[in-house]
């Protein structure tokens, strides 16, 4: 994450203005233009904002300007608009580092990683529908050939589909980013696409600018692109997928992998791994306040049925090898992935919170237990009780009451950072039990 070119030098090749972006506590991007013979000024006193006017940030009406500083590390060249940088940026109050900052945060949490000797690294799978709103104003899958009840994979939808994906593959790959593959996903009209690894901060940068790229060349072929967790109450839902690990920060060597090797270990996870593992399940309900942040997330993990037959979202407090069913998945040697996340995800607060439950789990060697095999999404809750398993979260109430009482997260993340948190949420949960849905007026309007 490192600049490698000046402004002056970037200005010569054709850049004129900088994107100076930020995310606010529910996941949102804000930003401000500037052109770019002030960015050394920018990097130097930031970019003022009205923190009340810019979402849920932990300022009133009556606040100084919340101050925005770009990180020159985590530039990113506009693919579609090659005269236009963006940064993402660390938050400032009159001088001082802001609590509510999600990207400040991770980056605290993170470096309490790294006094430990460990470096965090990610990779994030994003998954999202590509829409349009048909005749009578209703969003559909913008493919009106896309209608198979089992879509995933299907060749022709990504023929279909080629120059939005390919203009897509191609915009990252300038980036450097190292696509491996996209496909058509479980959903009609929805679709994943996968890049390399990297450090966690990078990954969550990444992710927030993958969303804006996504959107924007979306909306350039009249076209809407979301991440929102579960848009079709038939369809498979969002997900963002996190494949984690833990590496030395000094010899660069994963250490999920076994020191002996993976003889007589057929998951090929170290103890490390392992404890790591059982910091994941003993905090996954509180976790779950971040990882499946909105009132929408439960529709996708406790639908009970998709038309794909598989929801392919979690619901007990699961870890196993290689088995879509689970919540946390050993897909090969040396990585975990994090099955229970959205695609409404803050990725800075999710791996800031995911890495501290980790780092929990490894103090206290909490062991995970024997592995699941078989299909968890066949598990009766007799079956669940009897092994001892507990279950996500049913709703966003759910979650917000178990980070309520976790000590480890509120810690890890600040205090005043999860009870800002808490607030907005709870109030995003009763504006939902306050509103009137076109399902409830369908039921109940002509009740009696």
């Given at each position: 994450m490192t600049m490698l070119q000046s402004p002056d030098e970037l200005i010569s090749s054709g850049v004129n203005y900088a994107l100076i972006s930020f995310v606010e506590l529910n996941g949102f991007s804000r930003a401000k233009l500037v052109p770019m013979s002030v960015l050394s000024s920018v990097k130097e006193h930031g970019a003022g904002f009205a923190g009340f006017a810019a979402g849920d940030i932990g300022q009133g009406p009556h606040d100084p300007d919340l101050v925005a500083i770009p990180d020159l590390g985590s530039m990113q060249r506009v693919p579609w608009r090659e005269d236009v940088c963006w940064f993402a940026s660390d938050l400032y109050v009159e001088g001082r580092s802001w609590p509510y900052c999600p990207r400040t945060t991770a980056k605290r949490v993170l470096r309490m990683a790294q006094e430990k000797g460990y470096r965090f690294m990610v990779g994030m799978e994003p998954e999202f529908f590509l829409l349009r709103k048909g005749g009578d104003g209703r969003l559909e899958p913008a493919d009106p050939l896309d209608m198979e009840a089992k879509p995933c994979y299907n060749q022709q939808s990504i023929f279909r589909n080629l120059d939005f994906i390919t203009r897509l593959v191609d915009a990252m790959n300038r980036l450097g980013w190292g696509v491996y593959q996209c496909d058509h996903e479980d959903a009609n009209g929805q679709f994943e696409i996968n890049w390399a690894y990297t450090e966690a901060l990078e990954q969550a940068?990444?992710?927030?600018?993958?969303?804006?790229?996504?959107?924007?060349?979306?909306?350039?072929?009249?076209?809407?692109?979301?991440?929102?967790?579960?848009?079709?109450?038939?369809?498979?839902?969002?997900?963002?997928?996190?494949?984690?690990?833990?590496?030395?920060?000094?010899?660069?060597?994963?250490?999920?992998?076994?020191?002996?090797?993976?003889?007589?270990?057929?998951?090929?996870?170290s103890d490390i791994g392992r404890w790591f593992i059982g910091g994941l399940l003993a905090h996954a309900r509180a976790l779950a306040a971040f990882t499946t942040p909105t009132v929408n997330s439960y529709k996708r993990l406790?639908?009970?049925?998709?038309?794909?037959?598989?929801?392919?979202?979690?619901?007990?407090?699961?870890?196993?090898?290689?088995?879509?069913?689970?919540?946390?998945?050993?897909?090969?040697?040396?990585?975990?992935?994090?099955?229970?996340?959205?695609?409404?995800?803050n990725p800075y607060l999710a791996l800031a919170?995911?890495?501290?439950?980790?780092?929990?789990?490894i103090e206290r060697q909490i062991d995970p237990g024997?592995?699941?095999?078989?299909?968890?999404?066949?598990?009766?809750?007799?079956?669940?009780?009897?092994?001892?398993?507990?279950?996500?979260?049913?709703?966003?109430?759910?979650?917000?009451?178990?980070?309520?009482?976790?000590?480890?997260?509120?810690?890890?993340?600040?205090?005043?950072?999860?009870?800002?948190?808490?607030?907005?949420?709870?109030?995003?949960?009763?504006?939902?039990?306050?509103s009137v849905s076109e399902w409830e007026v369908e039921r109940y309007l002509h009740l009696g």
């Open positions: 940068d990444r992710l927030t600018f993958a969303r804006f790229l996504i959107r924007s060349l979306a909306e350039e072929q009249g076209l809407i692109a979301t991440f929102m967790p579960k848009p079709f109450s038939r369809l498979t839902g969002n997900g963002a997928h996190c494949h984690v690990s833990l590496w030395d920060e000094k010899t660069g060597r994963n250490l999920f992998l076994p020191e002996g090797g993976a003889e007589g270990n057929p998951l090929a996870l406790w639908a009970s049925t998709t038309d794909s037959g598989a929801t392919w979202a979690p619901v007990y407090v699961t870890y196993g090898g290689n088995n879509r069913t689970v919540m946390l998945r050993i897909p090969g040697e040396g990585r975990v992935e994090y099955r229970a996340v959205d695609g409404a995800v919170a995911i890495v501290a439950a980790g780092l929990d789990g024997p592995p699941f095999a078989g299909n968890a999404y066949k598990l009766t809750w007799a079956d669940a009780s009897e092994r001892g398993m507990t279950v996500l979260p049913r709703t966003l109430k759910e979650a917000l009451e178990a980070l309520d009482g976790d000590e480890v997260l509120t810690e890890a993340l600040g205090p005043d950072l999860v009870s800002l948190y808490l607030e907005v949420k709870e109030r995003e949960w009763r504006e939902y039990h306050a």
